[in-house]
């Protein structure tokens, strides 16, 4: 138990499909993030959420749509996606402090595994 | 901004080797450093941290030590066994663009233990 639950875990779909991927953390936490992580790449930060608004969106195109309805919940809405979208997407959460100082580290999900045919 | 360079593998090493892997950064201050570690097929998992110059984070057998004179936070293990085998990343927090909160990730190192 990760206290950060992503489902689903596997996920195939077809360039012309609408899904989406759900995130729940169980700690409290008041900041989100979704991360994606590709084969032979660096982990790319997507979107983050502090205080269920997003304060970050890392230039990702726009096929890919986050949603924050609360502090526990985060979904990834995807849309007309390429194959090159297909990844490991990652949802983790933190404890996000004010005033410049260091939150928490990120709690990690075990992420979904995303294959676009 | 911060940013963090990793040492790349992979790296293999028989079970009881010693491990190192080099890690060096470059930040603003002196921010909190981490190591996380991702299990295959999961997410990843803080393994380590250090607060502040000169700490040493440890955990399940592995160290890391806070080194502000060569900038560095490289991880190390006396003997490894086969249940290590993972991906290692270093990382720290404020990237660029400031985001206090963000961590930067370094590329990631994948080790493999053999029995």
């Known amino acids: 138990e990760t206290g950060v639950t992503q489902t689903p875990r596997h996920l195939v779909m077809g360039m012309t499909n609408k899904k989406s991927l759900k995130c729940e953390q169980h700690l409290g936490h008041n900041a989100m993030y979704w991360y994606k992580q590709s084969a032979k790449k660096p982990l790319e930060l997507m979107f983050v959420y502090s205080l269920e608004e997003r304060v970050e969106n890392n230039s990702v195109p726009s096929r890919f749509s986050p949603e924050c309805p609360n502090s526990s919940h985060l979904f990834l809405h995807l849309h007309t996606l390429q194959p090159e979208d297909s990844a490991l997407y990652l949802c983790a959460s933190s404890q996000d402090s004010s005033q410049g100082e260091e939150g928490s580290p990120l709690h990690f999900g075990n992420g979904t595994r995303l294959t676009v045919t | 901004g911060n940013s963090v360079t990793q040492m790349e593998g992979p790296v293999t090493l028989s079970e009881e080797a010693f491990l190192t892997i080099n890690c060096t950064y470059t930040?603003?201050?002196?921010?909190?450093l981490f190591w996380y570690v991702q299990y295959p097929g999961e997410g990843l998992q803080l393994l380590l941290k250090?607060?502040?110059?000169?700490d040493k984070g440890s955990n399940k057998g592995f160290e890391a030590t806070y080194r502000k004179e060569t900038t560095s936070f490289h991880l190390e293990k006396g003997s490894v066994q086969v249940s290590d085998s993972a991906v290692y990343f270093c990382?720290?927090?404020?990237?660029?663009?400031?985001?206090?909160?963000?961590?930067?990730f370094g590329k990631g190192t994948l080790l493999t233990v053999n029995p």
């Open positions: 930040a603003t201050g002196y921010p909190s």
């Open positions: 250090a607060t502040k110059a000169d």
């Open positions: 990382a720290l927090p404020g990237g660029s663009g400031g985001s206090n909160y963000k961590l930067t």
